[in-house]
């Protein structure tokens, strides 16, 4: 029972943040800017601590990724949020920085595998930092409620995945890499998202100003598929790692990279989902 209410309160809180960064952006950025890099700064921590090995990276290396994972998100933020041309031509600026400065400082670092280094550090940065930097992407070509819609979706096939395969699971999705997601569950998690697309526009139409019940359908359908993928791609390196969570700061969850695994790859795959059908809605 304990381990139950420290599971719901950390999920409600972690919930709590990242609906009101998105639903404060109309009148602040402040709660925005801090919430989404923390993810990136405790993301990159937690898949430092995973990966450690006998070449293990040391606290300056973790220090200037983190710094660079949050400098791309910053990157991203600028050029979609910038005002004037000088702010969208300075946004490549912390990209370039990182770029040089974690180079550079390879060559004063004691390690016979500089390679394996560098590859861990771009690697946290392009399954991390870039999929979250993406969101301002995102919500530069639409809305920031319909961002918020996406993270419904994914907490709803979180959910629906989860209820549905405890209760009827019984074949299994990709036994190799996780032995107890079922086909049973994500068809569960789709049909939860795409019951909650057609309540959020029926119901709450004016609130996310989505007018395409289609658009609405079709988003929960690739955040649904995506989210299943990004569930497992994040099984696939705790498993090559062999660890059980990615971390425990979320008590009852694991780590953070444990609860932002789907939207890893859904925020790509939402990107690219936009990109192709905004055109063809004008």
């Known amino acids: 029972m304990i381990n139950l209410i420290k599971r719901i309160i950390s999920g409600a809180v972690y919930i709590a943040l990242i609906v009101g960064a998105i639903l404060l952006l109309d009148n602040s950025p402040v709660l925005y800017l801090v919430v989404f890099p923390l993810l990136i700064v405790l993301g990159i921590g937690e898949m430092v601590t995973m990966a450690k090995d006998d070449a293990s990276q040391s606290w300056l290396v973790n220090i200037i990724d983190m710094l660079g994972g949050v400098g791309l998100f910053a990157a991203f933020y600028l050029h979609y949020e910038g005002t004037t041309i000088q702010s969208r031509a300075l946004w490549l600026l912390p990209i370039a920085i990182y770029l040089i400065v974690r180079t550079i400082v390879q060559l004063y670092r004691p390690q016979q595998n500089a390679l394996h280094s560098l590859e861990r550090s771009f690697f946290s940065l392009g399954y991390i930092a870039l999929p979250v930097a ?7 070509i639409t809305a920031p409620r319909l961002l918020l819609g996406m993270f419904i979706f994914i907490w709803l096939y979180d959910t629906g995945a989860y209820c549905v395969g405890m209760l009827l699971g019984k074949h299994r999705l990709f036994e190799r890499i996780s032995p107890k997601k079922s086909w049973e569950g994500v068809i569960g998690g789709i049909a939860a998202c795409i019951a909650g697309a057609y309540a959020t526009h029926y119901w709450f139409d004016e609130f996310f100003q989505v007018p395409e019940l289609t658009t609405w359908v079709g988003l929960s359908v690739v ?24 971390g425990h700061i979320l008590p009852g969850h694991g780590g953070i990279l444990d609860r932002i695994d789907s939207l890893l790859l859904v925020a790509p795959a939402v990107l690219i989902y936009l990109l192709l059908i905004i055109p063809n809605t004008h």
């Open 223 to 246: 955040v649904a598929v995506f989210a299943t993928f990004g569930d497992l791609v994040e099984s696939l390196i705790k498993r090559t790692v062999g660890v059980k969570d990615s």
């Open 134 to 140: 993406m969101l301002n992407c995102i919500m530069s």
